[in-house]
């Protein structure tokens, strides 16, 4: 049963992201949004998963684990379903609302895989990390054909809320877990904020975040302006988020066959940034394989970045802390990789500043991937 719970959560964790790049020129201009006020809108998600990730561990002290995550279900539920209404002001409170349930979620989740699967990591994390992409791939594909059917993007937004009450209503036999032993002991004075793995682990959580909001938020509107349709931009979407949830099965037990990740994480980095300067440079007409292979790329580096907040923990307690530190530094930093991406393209009016970003980020993913892969076990102080 919570194997099954935990699914059903995983389906939601990005469905308020990846809706919303579709329809997101019919949604600014429905909600009188400037050029700045729709890449502020893109950079909500990461922003408040950074925000609110360092609440988790506090909600889960005081609430248990179980509490905290139904409390951020039922924020995510209603944080959905507010987008649909109230204009612009609905469109930023529900998507700020949703999106940090999510980074409750996203903290207390791997601590939970640590405590109860500590033999199954990597078969849970790519099962979790898949079904999430599942989720996230069709309400990229279906937003704008349920925009379309409701005659509302308003609507076709906020039907999204469905799936989380579901999931919501899975986890209420979870309330009965006893509480877990040395649920409450803090973490030491210095924590983990001096240790250079913790912060290793952290940047290589941050950055492929950034580069994948990116996409989530911009690959949509960055083939419309090359010549797709509507309907094929959000099907394009779609269809790099369904080779991240085939690449998110496979790579973490083929990466956890061995103590050390590097080479997984170098191979997928140069793979991630090499796709994405396809999408914007190659022809047209191979789009459909470039954007198999960034979601291939990027849905082998997201589980990734969990497994290694796992597998350089020692036990379930400095997995939560290390999961606070990499998901709240690390989002506030992806945060800002789509308001770079939206500011350098209304400025240039092209997208070679967003080229240029997409290899700085690249590098240095790699650089903090090779280090956070590692076989070894963070000491916090």
């Not at 279906?142 to 906020?158: D, I, M, N, Q, R």
């Not at 973490?187 to 250079?196: A, P, S, Y």
């Not at 170098?266 to 394989?289: D, F, I, R, T």
Request: proline share 6%; charged share 10%.
């Amino acid at each position: 049963m919570l194997g099954a719970a935990l699914i059903l959560i995983a389906f939601n964790l990005r469905t308020p992201v990846t809706s919303m790049g579709p329809v997101l020129p019919d949604a600014a201009h429905g909600a009188g949004l400037s050029a700045t006020g729709a890449s502020l809108l893109t950079m909500m998600p990461s922003l408040c998963f950074g925000l609110f990730s360092p609440a988790a561990p506090r909600l889960s002290r005081h609430l248990r684990t179980e509490r905290a995550i139904l409390t951020a279900l039922v924020a995510l539920a209603l944080g959905t379903a507010l987008r649909g209404f109230g204009g612009s002001t609905g469109l930023f409170a529900g998507q700020i609302l949703a999106c940090g349930g999510i980074g409750v979620i996203n903290v207390l989740l791997p601590s939970l895989i640590k405590r109860d699967f500590p033999h199954k990591v990597a078969f849970i994390t790519g099962l979790y990390a898949m079904t999430m992409s599942v989720g996230a791939a069709l309400a990229a594909g279906l937003t704008v054909p349920l925009e379309k059917h409701l005659g509302s993007w308003a609507f076709a937004l906020a039907i999204w809320a469905v799936p989380a009450v579901i999931a919501a209503l899975a986890w209420l036999p979870q309330l009965a877990v006893p509480a877990e032993a040395g649920a409450m002991r803090p973490m030491g004075r210095l924590g983990l904020w001096t240790n250079r793995l913790a912060w290793q682990v952290t940047l290589f959580m941050g950055l492929q975040s950034a580069l994948a909001y990116i996409v989530f938020g911009w690959l949509s509107p960055i083939l419309r302006d090359r010549g797709l349709s509507p309907v094929d931009a959000g099907l394009a979407l779609s269809l790099s988020i369904i080779g991240q949830a085939v690449a998110a099965l496979v790579v973490p037990p083929l990466a956890g066959l061995g103590r050390d990740q590097r080479p997984a994480i170098a191979v997928l980095s140069l793979l991630c940034v090499g796709s994405l300067l396809c999408c914007l440079y190659a022809p047209l007409g191979s789009v459909w394989v470039w954007v198999v292979l960034l979601g291939v790329a990027q849905g082998g580096l997201f589980p990734l970045a969990l497994m290694v907040i796992v597998l350089r923990s020692p036990d379930a307690h400095v997995t939560r802390h290390l999961s606070s530190m990499a998901q709240g530094v690390g989002y506030i930093l992806a945060s800002i990789g789509p308001l770079l991406a939206g500011l350098l393209h209304a400025s240039m009016h092209s997208w070679t500043g967003v080229t240029v970003l997409f290899l700085g980020l690249g590098a240095a993913m790699l650089a903090a991937g090779l280090g956070a892969g590692r076989a070894r076990h963070i000491q916090p102080g």
